[in-house]
């Protein structure tokens, strides 16, 4: 079973680290910094779960952050009222 165990928390392991990669280049994509962000990897030792910490920032930076949220999900929004096939409204656009 360890073995088993050790390979699933060394993907979640990985999957943290891409996803705080992901974002950290998305938000540089956009020309917004989220500089404290991270994974807690002492509290992913100690559970198994890795969690991501936004960490502080800047109010301008979330404010930046927010007006970008907020434009993906207009566009979101736009995308699947144009949507012909609603059947495939709740799937990510890069699986269609």
Do not use: F
Not at 2 to 26: F, H, K, M, S, T
Not at 49 to 60: E, F, M, N, V
């Amino acid at each position: 079973m360890g073995a088993v165990l050790d390979r699933a928390i060394a993907e979640q392991r990985r999957e943290a680290a891409y996803a705080v990669e992901d974002l950290l280049a998305v938000l540089a994509l956009a020309g917004a910094n989220l500089p404290s962000v991270g994974v807690d990897w002492e509290y992913g030792r100690r559970t198994g779960c890795y969690l991501i910490d936004l960490g502080s920032a800047r109010a301008a930076q979330i404010v930046r952050i927010t007006d970008l949220l907020r434009a993906g999900l207009c566009h979101e929004r736009e995308q699947k009222s144009a949507d012909p096939n609603p059947d495939r409204a709740d799937e990510p656009e890069s699986r269609k």
